[in-house]
């Protein structure tokens, strides 16, 4: 099979990308792609660790930054063993991240930017397989790409797939396709992400383990989250005062415009902090005329934003504080349940935060299904029902349970990260 599959890829798939790049070579898309992975070219910790001689111990390769997080803790660990670590990435997203991480451990840390519309045979720059010099990838579930496969078929080489995850499958009652099942059986390690998952997994005679990486990761950020309030968050002192003042309070996390319809109908002495998902001048325009018309004139909090007043409606227009939020309230809900799918779960739920509510679309959320299990976590879709959840005392969360969890990721750390 494995030389069928390279010669389909290498001299007719390949072939076929180059030929479309270069007839569509005007559309703004590809030109915006095709600057992306050009910088691989210019930036010298994207050249390959071959170039000085040397190879990695472990490759991670993931797509965004909502990936990265699941493999976080495994690269941070990998890198305080001393290893050698490539990053291989698809998204604009997470290549700041990956970026900076590399420029704090530029002798252990190469990253490709993972060549789509530029891939070209024996050029490193342009082809993860010239470019790679571990013998072992770790995947996160989304870029199931031909080279990659082909990568996992040479002997001698080291599979390992995280957070696989057959959800859209189950919710559309359908099998997974041929070529998921051809990754896991190149797999030589595979980690599920929830247990209805893994049932599918043995079935398909591919049994795995079941842990979420991003538990760890979410652990590790609450823990730190008084020094980044103090060094990057001086208001959330004035915050916390507010927040003990108030006997009902709500954080909205990850939200989106079409979340506040929730607020429609509930008192105004119920302290409301909104953490948007997108930040852009348009959405955080609609946030403000939309929580205008509910009766909320929201007190914006933002880089230039000095001491807070008292006020029951807060507008956060910062990033990367939302994680460490979650803490400091007895109810959180978790936007995108009305767009395409809720945001994370987890994030509160190992923050500590009592009370979990989320929009209806969450049947693409793996995460869902762990706070379920928790039984933390209400469905809302209407006004009442948001009103009925916050009038629900706050529960109190099973440190044990999750402490149990942390000290899982010790066993799955050196199931993933030795080779």
Not at 10 to 15: E, I, K, L, R, T
Not at 109 to 128: K, Q
Not at 144 to 162: D, R
């Amino acid at each position: 099979m494995r030389p069928i599959l390279w010669f389909l890829f290498w001299f007719v798939v390949v072939p076929l990308i180059r030929i479309l790049d270069l007839c569509l070579f005007w559309h703004p898309a590809l030109r915006e792609r095709n600057r992306f992975e050009k910088r691989n070219k210019f930036e010298r910790l994207a050249h390959s660790f071959a170039e000085n001689g040397e190879a990695a111990d472990l490759c991670f390769e993931f797509s965004s930054e909502g990936e990265f997080q699941q493999v976080a803790p495994l690269v941070a660990d990998a890198l305080g063993a001393g290893k050698k670590v490539e990053l291989v990435f698809f998204s604009p997203s997470v290549e700041q991240t990956v970026t900076a991480l590399a420029q704090a451990h530029p002798r252990q840390i190469r990253y490709l930017r993972y060549p789509l519309v530029r891939i070209f045979p024996f050029v490193a720059r342009r082809s993860f397989t010239h470019w790679s010099t571990a013998r072992t990838l770790v995947m996160v579930r989304y870029d199931l790409f031909p080279e990659l496969l082909l990568w996992g078929l040479v002997p001698g080489n080291t599979l390992k797939l995280l957070w696989m995850s057959f959800k859209k499958e189950r919710s559309l009652s359908r099998a997974p396709s041929r070529w998921k099942r051809l990754f896991l059986e190149a797999a030589r390690v595979v980690v599920y992400a929830g247990e209805p998952e893994a049932i599918v997994g043995s079935k398909l005679r591919s049994p795995g383990l079941v842990f979420d990486f991003r538990i760890e990761q979410i652990r590790r950020r609450v823990a730190l989250r008084e020094e980044k309030f103090r060094t990057g968050f001086p208001q959330h002192r004035e915050l916390t005062s507010l927040l003990e003042k108030s006997p009902q309070k709500v954080i909205l996390g990850n939200a989106w415009p079409s979340d506040l319809y929730l607020l429609s109908g509930l008192p105004t002495d119920v302290l409301v902090l909104v953490v948007p998902h997108n930040l852009t001048a348009t959405v955080l325009d609609e946030f403000r005329s939309r929580l205008r018309d509910l009766g909320r004139e929201a007190q914006e909090i933002d880089d230039g934003t000095g001491p807070l007043t008292a006020g029951t409606t807060f507008l956060l227009n910062r990033k990367g504080l939302l994680c460490e939020l979650y803490a400091d309230f007895s109810h959180a809900y978790v936007g995108g349940g009305f767009e395409g799918s809720i945001h994370s779960i987890l994030e509160p739920l190992v923050a500590g935060s009592g009370r979990l509510a989320c929009g209806p679309a969450h049947q693409r959320s793996t995460e869902f299904d762990v706070a379920s299990s928790f039984n933390y976590v209400t469905e809302v879709t209407t006004p009442e029902e948001f009103q009925r959840w916050i009038a629900q005392d706050a529960n109190s969360v099973d440190r044990g349970r999750i402490d149990s969890l942390a000290r899982d990721y010790i066993v799955m750390r050196e199931l993933v990260i030795s080779c």
